[in-house]
C-alpha cells in the first residue's frame, strides 16, 4: 500500500483555518503535505479516499484522561491512576501503568480522538509525570507516545484532602496540601543549585527522581497540571504558580467563571470538564456546563475534558454539543477539541489542525460532528486507517493489531 493518502471531496474543516467544500488533505509518510480545495494536486499512485458528503476533521485531542492506566470495566485491578502511598509522588509515571488493550482507547477511535494525553489521577497533591501518546496503531505503548515530557500532575481541594485525612497524616487540609507543594518546590530548587554546583565543580551527584521532575517544572521543561474545581482553589493555584515561576494549566475549573477575568489576564488555560457527571462531591456545587462558555467568553484558553473513565472518552463531543447548547460558540468548541488542548499542552507542533507539517492523523465524519446524529466513518493515524467501515455496511471496525500477523483474532 501507498504511503501515500489523499481524502478528496469532503467539507474540510482545518479548524485553524477556514472550511474548504470539496476539500483535499494530502498525506505523505505519516505528515500532511497539503490542504487545499478540489484544485490541489495529488501525488501518483496515492491510495484516493471519496468523502463527497462527509465532513473532515482533525483528530479530536482529549487533554486530560486516564486511558489505560484506569481500564474501564476493570474494577480495582485495572485502576492504576493512583500511587497512594506518598503525598508527593513526582517520581511516578503514567506511562508506565498504561495498558494500550484497554476498551477504552478502542472507544477513543470510535470518538474521533487521536491524541489523549494520560494523567495519573488527583489523590496525591503530585501525582506524577504525564504522557501524550496517540490512541491506536503501536506494537507497544511506547509506539504510540507523542511526548514525554508534558506535565506534571497535581492536586488541590477534596480529593488529597480526603486520601490522607483518612489516613491521619498530612496533608487534611487545604493548607495541608498547600504546605506539602510549596516544600517539595523549595527543595527541589535547592536541589537544582546543587546539581548546577556539582556540575560546574566536576563533582559526583546523587539524583533524585522526584526532585528531577520538579525541577524540570521549575526550567519550565514540564507543565504544571493543576486539578482544581473550586475558585478558592484556583486562586492558590495561581499563588504557588507565581511564587515559583511554573507555567500553570487549570484542570477541571469548574468554578473557573468566578474569575474568569483574572485567568484571562494571567492568561492562564482551562481545562473543563467533565461535564455529564452528578455533583459527587462539595467542591462541584456549583459545576454547571454553562460555566465553560463564560470563562471562555472571558477570554480564557479552553479545552474540553471527559477525565475518562469518569465520562466515556467517546462523549467528549457530546459534551461540546452540550456546551453550545449552554452558549459556547460552535467555532469554540471545536477549537476546545482540537487546536486548544494540542496548543496548551505544547503538542501543536504534531496534533490539533489540519496543515501541512502536522501528523496524518484525520477523521472522516458522516457530518457536522457537532451534530448529534453525525458519527466517525474513518480514522487514520498518521495517514495509516485504525478504524474503517467493515463489510456490508455495518459500524466501523477498529483496525486490530493482530491484523500484521493475518491473523482475525490473537488465537488464529
Not at 479516499?49 to 483528530?59: E, S, Y
Request: charged share 25%.
Amino acid at each position: 500500500m501507498s504511503d501515500v493518502l489523499a481524502i478528496t471531496g469532503g467539507y474540510v474543516v482545518p479548524v485553524s483555518g477556514d472550511p474548504i467544500d470539496g476539500g483535499t488533505v494530502v498525506i505523505d509518510g505519516g505528515v500532511i503535505t497539503a490542504v487545499g480545495g478540489p484544485a490541489t494536486e495529488i501525488p501518483e499512485g496515492a491510495r484516493t479516499i471519496d468523502a463527497t458528503g462527509k465532513w473532515v476533521l482533525p483528530g479530536f485531542v482529549e487533554a486530560h484522561g486516564h486511558l489505560g492506566v484506569h481500564e474501564d470495566g476493570e474494577g480495582w485491578s485495572g485502576n492504576d491512576t493512583n500511587e497512594m502511598t506518598d503525598p508527593n509522588g513526582a517520581r511516578f509515571r503514567a506511562l508506565d501503568g498504561i495498558d494500550i488493550e484497554e476498551v477504552g482507547f478502542r472507544d477513543a477511535l470510535r470518538g474521533g480522538v487521536t491524541t489523549a494525553v494520560i494523567k495519573p489521577g488527583s489523590g496525591n497533591p503530585i501525582g506524577g509525570r504525564t504522557v501524550a501518546m496517540k490512541t491506536w496503531g503501536g506494537r507497544t505503548v511506547d509506539e504510540q507516545v507523542l511526548a514525554h515530557d508534558v506535565s506534571v500532575k497535581s492536586a488541590l481541594g477534596e480529593n488529597p484532602k480526603r486520601v490522607y485525612g483518612d489516613k491521619k497524616q498530612t496533608p487534611s487540609t487545604r493548607l495541608g496540601v498547600a504546605a506539602v507543594l510549596r516544600q517539595a518546590f523549595v527543595e527541589a530548587r535547592t536541589y537544582a543549585e546543587k546539581r548546577s554546583a556539582a556540575a560546574t565543580k566536576g563533582e559526583p551527584f546523587e539524583r533524585d527522581l522526584g526532585k528531577e521532575t520538579l525541577a524540570a517544572v521549575l526550567d519550565s521543561d514540564l507543565l504544571w497540571d493543576q486539578h482544581c474545581h473550586r475558585h478558592d482553589d484556583i486562586a492558590t493555584a495561581i499563588r504557588l504558580s507565581e511564587e515559583f515561576g511554573y507555567r500553570l494549566v487549570v484542570n477541571h475549573g469548574t468554578e473557573g467563571h468566578k474569575i474568569a477575568d483574572v485567568l484571562a489576564e494571567k492568561d492562564i488555560p482551562v481545562i473543563f470538564g467533565p461535564m455529564l457527571t452528578s455533583r459527587s462531591k462539595v467542591e462541584l456545587r456549583d459545576r454547571a456546563i454553562g460555566n465553560l462558555a463564560l470563562i471562555a467568553a472571558a477570554g480564557v484558553t479552553v479545552a474540553i475534558t471527559t477525565d475518562h473513565p469518569v465520562v466515556p472518552i467517546e462523549q467528549i463531543r457530546l459534551q461540546a454539543i452540550l456546551a453550545v447548547r449552554e452558549g459556547l460558540p460552535a467555532r469554540t468548541a471545536l477549537e476546545a477539541l482540537t487546536v486548544n488542548p494540542a496548543s496548551i499542552l505544547r503538542l501543536g507542533d504534531r496534533v490539533g489542525a489540519l496543515a501541512a507539517g502536522l501528523d496524518g492523523d484525520v477523521v472522516v465524519w458522516s457530518g457536522d460532528p457537532l451534530d448529534v446524529d453525525s458519527v466517525v466513518e474513518r480514522v487514520f493515524i498518521g495517514g495509516k486507517p485504525v478504524l474503517e467501515p467493515a463489510e456490508g455496511g455495518s459500524a466501523p471496525r477498529v483496525v486490530e493489531r493482530w491484523e500484521r500477523f493475518g491473523r482475525r483474532s490473537w488465537m488464529g
